[in-house]
Structure formats: structure tokens, C-alpha cells
Nanobody, 120 residues
């Protein structure tokens, strides 16, 4: 059974940085696409950033220029480097993965979520 394990969330002041990490365990198969979504209470989950195995990336307009997604050297790992954080970036961030990604909708596997809180 595949599990996505996230780490790196926490509390940071506005303008600060955080790095989220996600690693998939329980699978020897490569994930075609991995990414991060975020969700605030009462709102829909939204894609923050995603990356495919070939290196193509997709970012939400609200985070472009501040957040960078990358895949690690270890198979099925992904990182989210978040700089210049704003209070509106406060959310629960979820790692997601897709075995065969024909689009930017990642739905096969989900992590438990990690809280990111940005204070003003």
C-alpha cells in the first residue's frame, strides 16, 4: 500500500520561508506526477504546484515567483520550497501523487496533510 508522508510544516512569520518534503513509501513503482495542494476550512482544495517526471511544472498564479517545486534524487520524493510567505498562504498542505498523469489533476494517492501557518 502506498503512503505519502509529509514533513516540514510549521509556524513562520510573514516574509519567512519553509520547505515541505514528501516521500512515498510502499511502492517500487515511479509516480509520473507529484505535487502539493492546500485547503483552508470551508474551501475547496486547490493545486499549489505539481511536477511531472519529465520536469514539467505547474504553479498556481498566487504562488508564482515565491514557491518552487522539485523532485528529489530518491524515487518518489518531492519538495516545496516556499519563500516570501504571506498570511494568506496559511492552510493545510497535502502531498499528492499520480501513477500515470495525463493532466495536472493528481488523485491516486494523498498524504495526511501538514499545517502551514504564516503570522502577520
Amino acid at each position: 500500500q502506498v503512503q505519502l508522508v509529509e514533513s516540514g510544516g510549521g509556524l513562520v512569520q510573514a516574509g519567512g520561508s519553509l520547505r515541505l518534503s514528501c516521500a512515498a513509501s510502499g511502492s517500487i513503482l515511479s509516480m509520473d506526477a507529484m505535487g502539493w495542494y492546500r485547503q483552508a476550512p470551508g474551501k475547496q482544495r486547490e493545486l499549489v504546484a505539481a511536477i511531472k517526471s519529465g520536469g514539467n511544472t505547474n504553479y498556481a498564479d498566487s504562488v508564482k515567483g515565491r514557491i518552487t517545486i522539485s523532485r528529489g534524487n530518491a524515487k518518489n520524493t518531492v519538495y516545496l520550497q516556499m519563500n516570501s510567505l504571506k498570511p494568506e498562504d496559511t492552510d493545510v498542505y497535502y502531498c499528492a501523487a499520480e501513477r500515470y498523469a495525463s493532466s495536472w489533476n493528481l488523485n491516486d494517492y494523498w498524504g495526511q496533510g501538514t499545517q502551514v501557518t504564516v503570522s502577520s
